[in-house]
């Protein structure tokens, strides 16, 4: 079993920063890709951010250049540096995590960023 912690979800103004975290305990070996979900009110829950085992990253167009995903594995953590945070942006973020084509989610931090 694998379980997700996720921690750094707020509310920021337009323009702000946030920093999500999310670290995975339990059978973590060989995690074969980590990533950020969004889903904001009303809609269907989307792919942010994700990095894969190998180290190369997916952004989705409307967060490339302002967010970065990165990963630790030695503490099998996850991180979504989110910058010039737009209202758009809203949402509930889950971390996600992928281990022998098993899928594991978080369960959410809100991120409200005000115009």
């Known amino acids: 079993q694998v379980q997700l912690v996720e921690s750094g979800g707020g509310l920021v103004q337009a323009g702000g920063s946030l920093r999500l975290s999310c670290a995975a305990s339990?059978?973590?070996?060989?995690?074969?890709?980590m990533g950020w979900y969004r889903q904001a009110s009303g809609k269907q829950r989307e792919l942010v951010a994700g990095?894969?085992?190998?180290?190369?990253?997916y952004y989705q167009n409307s967060v490339k250049g302002r967010f970065t995903i990165s990963r630790d594995n030695a503490k099998s953590t996850v991180y979504l540096q989110m910058n010039s945070l737009k209202p758009d942006d809203t949402g509930v973020y889950f971390c996600?995590?992928?281990?022998?084509?098993?899928?594991?989610w978080g369960q959410g931090t809100q991120v409200t960023v005000s115009s």
């Open positions: 996600n995590v992928v281990l022998y084509g098993k899928h594991y």
């Open positions: 339990g059978s973590v070996f060989n995690i074969n890709f």
């Open positions: 990095i894969p085992e190998s180290g190369s990253t």
